[in-house]
């Protein structure tokens, strides 16, 4: 299980995304920011190449 936390990312946040592979982490993440976090197009690249960095294995 792969586990993406947002508090990781420097966010004051308690999101955590879970999922099996990366590729839905992403999506996960991607939906999140959007909702929470005011990424209306989609988390920059920039940010998600940073939370790429963050996924742990579980
Ligand atoms: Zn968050």
Redesign the pocket.
Known sequence: MKVLR?RDAG?D?D?EARAETEEELMKLAAV?GKA??GFADGVPTEVATKLQSLIRDE
């Open positions: 947002c966010a946040c999101f999140h929470d976090h």
